[in-house]
Structure formats: structure tokens, C-alpha cells
């Protein structure tokens, strides 16, 4: 039962360049998104999240955008620097509804940025 | 910056042996919740904390386990006979309101033998 889809397990890309990862989702009453960025042996870092009233929010080299009829959104890291390279999970939750937010994540997806 | 803190970083226990997994979450949050992550898997919610009694739980969390918080600052995980299956690293995450980013801690890394 996946909630949260990632079907990329793994991106490689050029420094400097766009990064694009990507994340699909089946629940409609999911109402906020979240990427967060994993190094190995350390907890997920939240890196940005959007709300499903939105279909964009940026912070700098990071943008989500959502499209909610096609229950996808995407993360665009640009430009892509070496230390950009990590785990990107997608998560999502429902908080209404009687749900206490509790995150569903996706399987991840493991960014390279070669220098 | 206010981080959420776990302890301890490694725990290697025998099977069946009970252990303790403690989280010290950011001090004016009002959310706690634990996931888990098997090698190689996704991140699972476990269970999530509000007002002093769980608030939801998921298939993961059995009678094996239960949290508490048992001072104003701690926030523990008990897995009272631990299998081999429960090997995993175990994030606490903590919210203010709902609606919220979860900040989640270091992890705990749990090893069974």
C-alpha cells in the first residue's frame, strides 16, 4: 500500500545544473506536502513543504510544485551543488479529518551531483 | 536553533530483551510522534503523542511497544521483547500545532540479535 510514490530510486546530475525529483501520491485527503533531505546515519531534515491550497512554493535554490488533479508534485533544485547529494524523501499528511498529521513517506529518492 | 535530541545513538540488545529508546523533543511542542526505518526501506510512522495518550497508531505498533512521557521534557519508546525484525534506526519527530514541519532527531540505530 503505497501512499507516497517514488519511482526514481536514484538521479544523477551535473553541478550547476536543475535537479528534478519527483512524487506521486494516491490519497486525495493528503493536504500537506513535504521534502526532506536524509544523509546517511541522521534524521530527515526538512527542507520545504507545501500546503495543497498551493501549487508552488519557493526557498531559494528550492521549488515544490503540486499538482493536485494529477496527485503529483516535484522538487526542483537549482543550481545543483555537490553537497546537494542525499537521500529526498517525499512525505505527506492529512491533518484534518481526526488525523494527528502523521507523515507517510516515500521510499526516497538518492540525488548525485558531480562536480 | 532548537533541535529534537535522541539517546542513545546505537543500542545492540539480545532477542526478547526489552529496551528503551528516549527522545528529548523541541521544548514548546505539543506533538510527538516515532517512526522507524528498516535498511533500505522507507520511513514508517509508528505512533504519534498529543496531550498525554496516543493519538494514532499504525499496524507496526503492536502491544510489544508503547511511548510515554513520563517528565516535561522526555519523550520514550519501549519495545518490551524485542524481535530481530525490529532492527531498524527509530526517529522521534515533534510539532508544535498541526498543520506544522516535523522536526524529526538523529535517530536511534537498534540492533537485534
Known amino acids: 500500500d503505497q501512499q507516497v510514490k517514488q519511482n526514481s530510486p536514484s538521479l544523477s546530475v551535473q553541478e550547476g545544473r536543475i535537479s528534478i525529483l519527483n512524487c506521486d501520491y494516491t490519497n486525495s485527503m493528503f493536504d500537506y506536502f513535504l521534502w526532506y533531505k536524509k544523509y546517511p546515519a541522521e534524521g530527515p531534515t526538512f527542507l520545504i513543504s507545501i500546503s495543497s491550497i498551493k501549487d508552488k512554493n519557493e526557498d531559494g535554490r528550492f521549488t515544490v510544485f503540486l499538482n493536485k488533479s494529477a496527485k503529483h508534485l516535484s522538487l526542483h533544485i537549482v543550481p545543483s551543488q555537490p553537497g546537494d547529494s542525499a537521500v529526498y524523501f517525499c512525505?505527506?499528511?492529512?491533518?484534518?479529518?481526526?488525523?494527528?498529521?502523521?507523515?507517510?513517506f516515500g521510499k526516497g529518492t538518492k540525488l548525485s551531483v558531480k562536480p | 536553533e532548537p533541535e529534537v535530541t535522541q539517546t542513545p545513538s546505537h543500542q545492540v540488545t539480545q532477542m526478547g530483551q526489552e529496551v528503551i529508546l528516549r527522545c528529548v523533543p523541541i521544548s514548546n511542542h505539543l506533538y510527538f510522534y516515532w517512526y522507524r526505518q528498516i535498511l533500505g526501506q522507507k520511513v514508517e510512522f509508528l505512533v504519534s503523542?498529543?496531550?498525554?495518550?496516543?493519538?494514532?497508531k499504525s499496524e507496526i505498533f503492536d502491544d510489544q511497544f508503547s511511548v510515554e512521557r513520563p517528565d516535561g521534557s522526555n519523550f520514550t519508546l519501549k519495545i518490551r521483547s524485542t524481535k530481530l525484525e525490529d532492527s531498524a534506526m527509530y526517529f522521534c519527530?515533534?510539532?508544535?500545532?498541526?498543520?506544522?514541519?516535523?522536526?524529526f532527531g538523529p535517530g536511534t540505530r537498534l540492533l537485534v540479535l
Open positions: 503523542f498529543y496531550n498525554n495518550e496516543i493519538s494514532e
Open positions: 519527530a515533534s510539532i508544535r500545532g498541526l498543520g506544522e514541519t516535523q522536526y
Open positions: 512525505a505527506a499528511s492529512a491533518n484534518y479529518g481526526g488525523s494527528q498529521g502523521n507523515l507517510i
